[in-house]
Structures are given as structure tokens and as C-alpha cells.
């Protein structure tokens, strides 16, 4: 006896849908949208505003910044104005959502990885960016912020993915800017340093 189509693949939703890669077919036709803009590509930074369930903003690997201001309906780029594109991580800072900051360069080091130039930062949800440093790290898969003071940043950059280099560890501020590690030669520490004020 031959297999039918819906044990062929041995995969089911628990409501039965049949798996078709890793969303069921009946739920696609019944999504009322998409979650994100139509694109291909990698997205490895995504988040949201606290308290605010309309709020989005999505990084690409090679695609920018993106912001949902209804819940994911629509989505609008908000970094097309940088010189980059690659984003490896964005954090809103929970005190005052207005406040964004973005680590460029794709955080999953692999064979076909894009990379960019340092850490950005937006005191307006995203219309106007500044570059705080780091340029040199390229790949920035994690920024934190304090959840009381916005200033207060952690930035993870494992630096270049083939080739060894000063910019890399973890670096932190207390100001807004990006501060070099602890150990780093003071030659490489002077360019490193830059305040967002």
C-alpha cells in the first residue's frame, strides 16, 4: 500500500495540518499578513517596545532596519540613510523607547557573512542615527542596555571572522558612548573612543 500524502512526510500541526517546511500550508492560507516585509534574506535582531504591542523593529543581515508601528501590518526601513546595511543586533532601551541602539555586522559568523562598521544610536525612535564607534570590530552580535539608564551599554563584538584584530571583546559605557576593554593598548583605545553627546 503506498503512503498517502499526509504521512509521507510524517510531520503534523497539532490542529492536523500537514507540515510544509516549517509553517503548514492551511495555516498560510488562513494568515490574515505577513509578519514582516517580503524579502529574502537572514534577520537575526528582532524586538519590541515594552508596553507598547504595536511596536517592532526587525535587523537584516544585509538589509537594514526595519519599524512596525501596527503590530507587524506594515513594515517601513528607518536605517536607509547609514552607509551600511548589515545589523546584527538592536536594543530598545526600556526606560525611554525613543532611545535605539544598533550593533552592524551579522553576528553569525559563517562562510557568506556580511559585516559593517560599529554601533549606532537613535534618541528618536529611529529617524536620525549616530555613529558611537567601533568600527573596526565588524560583526556586533549583542548590544545590552541598563533597563533604568539608557546610557549604560554593553556591547559584545567578536571582531573580524577571519583574521585576528584590536577591536574585539566586550566593551562598555556609562555615557551613551563605546568604551575599549579592559587590556586593550592604549594606541588602538584613542580611536576607539567616541561619545554620542
Not at 17 to 27: E, H, L, P
Not at 95 to 102: A, D, K, Q
Request: charged residues 20%.
Amino acid at each position: 500500500m503506498a503512503a498517502s500524502a499526509d504521512t509521507a512526510a510524517g510531520y503534523r500541526c497539532p490542529r492536523g495540518d500537514k507540515i510544509f517546511g516549517i509553517v503548514s500550508v492551511a495555516t498560510l492560507l488562513r494568515a490574515p499578513h505577513m509578519i514582516a516585509p517580503f524579502r529574502g534574506g537572514r534577520v537575526l535582531a528582532v524586538t519590541g517596545v515594552a508596553g507598547d504591542a504595536q511596536t517592532y523593529y526587525f535587523g537584516a543581515a544585509a538589509g537594514g532596519v526595519w519599524k512596525s508601528r501596527d503590530g507587524g501590518a506594515h513594515w517601513n526601513p528607518v536605517f536607509d540613510k547609514q552607509a551600511v546595511a548589515s545589523i546584527g543586533s538592536i536594543a530598545v532601551a526600556p526606560s525611554n523607547p525613543n532611545i535605539l541602539y544598533v550593533g552592524t555586522g551579522e553576528g553569525c559568523l559563517r562562510g557568506d557573512i556580511s559585516y559593517s562598521d560599529g554601533v549606532y544610536r537613535s534618541n528618536d525612535g529611529g529617524k536620525t542615527w549616530q555613529n558611537l564607534g567601533l568600527r573596526d570590530t565588524r560583526h556586533i552580535p549583542k548590544v545590552l542596555l541598563d533597563p533604568r539608564n539608557p546610557e549604560v551599554v554593553l556591547v559584545a563584538a567578536p571582531g573580524h571572522a577571519v583574521a585576528p584584530n584590536a577591536e574585539r571583546g566586550v566593551f562598555r559605557s556609562a555615557d551613551g558612548g563605546i568604551m575599549p576593554p579592559a587590556g586593550l593598548r592604549r594606541e588602538h583605545s584613542q580611536s576607539l573612543v567616541r561619545h554620542s553627546r
